[in-house]
């Protein structure tokens, strides 16, 4: 029985892992807004010290549903993810991080040093 019960409580975990993970070929399409700031494979953004380019998608996403919960207050950046989804961020994020490497590279710039990949 409890070999039964382990194997329920793996199918859940993988299941909410995969629904989790984004796509990021999905993602390109939904990021067409995000990339006028944060830029894409071709393009650094207007605010070029703000490219997502290669970053860690999980923290990417971190980031984007504090946006989106009302923890982290930027009146652009909450007006710019408050239709997108749990999957929608997934997928941006995926995208994000498959760029390998930000367009334009700034040595020393990170900016993502106060975000916690386990934090909600």
Do not use: W
């Amino acid at each position: 029985m409890k070999a039964i019960q382990a194997l329920a409580l793996a199918a859940v975990v993988l299941s909410t892992h995969a629904v989790a993970s984004g796509d990021p070929v999905t993602g390109e399409r939904k990021a067409t807004t995000c990339m006028a700031c944060h830029g894409s494979a071709s393009f650094p953004g207007i605010f070029p010290l703000v490219q997502l380019g290669g970053r860690d998608a999980d923290k990417i996403a971190t980031k984007t549903n504090k946006y989106r919960s009302g923890k982290l207050i930027s009146p652009m950046m909450n007006l710019a993810v408050m239709s997108l989804n749990d999957q929608d961020v997934a997928d941006v994020s995926a995208y994000y991080q498959k760029l390998g490497k930000p367009f334009l590279a700034i040595p020393g710039m990170r900016g993502d040093e106060d975000i916690l990949a386990s934090a909600p």
